[in-house]
């Protein structure tokens, strides 16, 4: 029997009012130690940085975040870290401040640059706290392993998986994502629903996963429409917030998938937005992988809330496929990536690196080159 290792954050803080519960506590615990904190501009414009840059830390602010943070925005941002002479690092926002975050906390430790550290395992030594506060639901980046940085010479993106850049202190706070707008909401949200679901059916699987897994598809598939309807829907958003959450707790340790695998070269090379590229791609690898994980889909079918009493198992799979696309559709998602300027002559530059990305290995059936080509091609 294998050992399952089960990874997560040493402190989550979640609810109404959490970032000011980290703030006290770092308050105390850096007192006047200088800090980072590393933000895209809305959360300056919205105010949520000046939250933190206006108690008593002492912080410097990093906040040329863009999406698809690349290897330029790392150098930028390291160093901001060495002048300001920080002893620990805080990322505000959704997943590309968090993993710039956790680029930084890399290269705090060990020689860069950060492309050395592409794969699993790969750093061996840390040296600042981190800190994350998620303002998105989400790419969970706050709980994860995980860092993709985009390398600006290549376009590839550098996906890193290591245990030793989880967060310390993870923040999940719904009052900073009502402001969300509503296509940000849909894309954010199915990225979230796509971890639950490559989490669930990967080959990494555990009952330990399991459980969190499945309460995040039910979630998310209960209060997603809400959110997206009505972004001042605190409930829908708490909900959402739990269902990110759980969602990352359950795939940073039993991996993810294709959908991911697959959804990375074209966000690098399109700069298109990594929930929107995982949106158009899941309903397509669920239908390629649900023969290979028929009971489990089954269960989605019925989490997802779809009566699946008088179904056989099969019909129930089968039925969790349409659940899929039927939300995707009700939260608006673009049909498939000719909407957003792709072209069949695209999809060749994408396939060797959607082949060779970590995320690949955790799919419930390896796949071909020809059979990522025509996924793509069912995609466009
Ligand atoms: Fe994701």
Same mark, same amino acid.
């Given at each position: ?62 906040? !040329?975040?863009r999406p698809n943070p690349d290897t330029n925005t790392v ?7 060495? %002048? ?11 997943g590309s401040?968090?993993d710039t975050?956790k680029a ?9 640059p950060i492309s050395r550290f592409n794969g699993v395992?790969t750093?061996? @030594? ?13 790419t969970?980046a706050?709980?994860?392993?995980n860092a993709v940085i985009t390398d600006t010479a290549t376009q590839v993106k550098h996906v890193i998986i ?5 967060? !310390?202190?993870?923040?999940? !706070? ?17 990225d979230?629903? %796509? ?14 996963? !399991? ?26 958003? $708490?909900?959402?917030?739990?269902? $990110? ?11 993810l998938?294709m959908v991911h695998a697959m959804a990375h070269p074209v966000g690098a090379r399109k700069d298109l937005p990594h929930g929107?590229c995982n949106?158009?791609l ?27 009493? @008088? ?23 673009? @049909? ?13 530059e994408w396939v060797s690196d959607a082949m060779n990305d970590p995320c690949a290995?955790?799919?419930? $059936?390896?796949?071909?080159? $020809? ?10």
């Open positions: 029997m294998s050992v399952f290792t089960l990874a997560f954050p040493k402190i989550n803080l979640s609810g109404i009012g959490a970032i000011e519960a980290l703030t006290n506590r770092l308050e105390t615990e850096h007192s006047n130690e200088p800090g980072l904190l590393i933000c895209d501009p809305a959360m300056v414009e919205l105010g949520f940085a000046n939250k933190l840059l206006e108690s008593s830390l002492n912080l410097t602010l990093f906040s !040329d975040i150098n930028q941002a390291l160093d901001s870290f060495v %002048t300001s002479q920080a002893s620990y690092i805080i990322g505000l926002g959704g401040a968090i975050a930084i906390r890399i290269l705090s430790a060990n020689e860069g395992d750093v061996n @030594k840390i040296s600042v706290p981190l800190y994350a506060i998620n303002t998105t639901a989400g969970a706050e709980v994860t392993s290591s245990d030793k850049i989880i967060p !310390d202190i993870s923040v999940n !706070d719904p009052s900073v994502m009502l402001g969300i707008p509503s296509d940000i909401t849909a894309a954010t949200g199915i979230a629903l %796509t971890h639950a679901i490559e989490a669930y059916v990967s080959v990494g699987a555990h009952t330990l996963t !399991d459980y969190a897994s499945l309460e995040s598809i039910r979630l998310i598939a209960q209060y997603l429409p809400a959110a997206v309807d009505n972004g001042e829907d605190i409930e829908a958003r $708490q909900m959402m917030a739990y269902g $990110q959450f759980i969602a990352g707790l359950s795939f940073n340790s039993a991996g998938g929107v949106a158009i899941l309903p397509v690898v669920c239908e390629f992988n649900r023969p290979y994980r028929v009971e489990k889909f089954a269960k989605v079918a019925h989490v997802m809330g779809v009566d699946t009493s @008088k179904m056989s198992e099969e019909e129930a799979s089968l039925a969790a496929i349409e659940a899929i696309k039927a939300l995707c559709k009700r939260v608006r998602i673009p @049909k498939g990536f000719a909407e957003l300027g792709v072209k069949e002559s695209d999809i060749l290995a955790g799919n419930p $059936q390896p796949m071909t080159t $020809q059979q990522v080509i025509q996924l793509y091609q069912q995609s466009l």
